[in-house]
């Protein structure tokens, strides 16, 4: 079955940076976009950034734009997420996604990973 692992949360101070990371398995990775959700206490869950199953095409949330980073290695059927220059309104829990490329509604989700950042 799909399986979608997140690592790479923790506690930093606001400024600080992490790399989170979604490690996939049970599907054909590369036809997949994937994407990152975060979801805060008492928040809805928000997207944050969105990547094409080739790589080439990336979307990010106006909060994150220029902070930062998703990419993706098919070879290691795994997306990253680099986060810079955190601030304390990005602290959540931050879950990886997947849908096929030709569907809007993802259909696999991760466990999250925890992100918190003090000021």
């Known amino acids: 079955q799909v399986q979608l692992v997140e690592s790479g949360g923790g506690s930093v101070q606001a400024g600080g940076s992490l790399r989170l990371s979604c490690a996939a398995s049970?599907?054909?990775?590369?036809?997949?976009?994937m994407g990152w959700f975060r979801q805060a206490p008492g928040k809805e869950r928000e997207f944050v950034a969105r990547i094409s199953g080739s790589g080439v095409t990336t979307d990010y949330a106006e909060s994150v734009k220029g902070r930062f980073t998703i990419s993706r290695d098919n070879a290691k059927n795994t997306v990253y997420l680099q986060v810079n220059n955190l601030k304390p309104e990005d602290a959540a829990i931050y879950y990886c996604?997947?849908?096929?490329?030709?569907?809007?509604?993802?259909?696999?989700w991760g466990q999250g990973t925890q992100v918190t950042v003090s000021s």
């Open positions: 049970g599907l054909t990775f590369s036809t997949y976009d």
């Open positions: 996604a997947a849908r096929l490329y030709y569907v809007s509604v993802y259909a696999y």
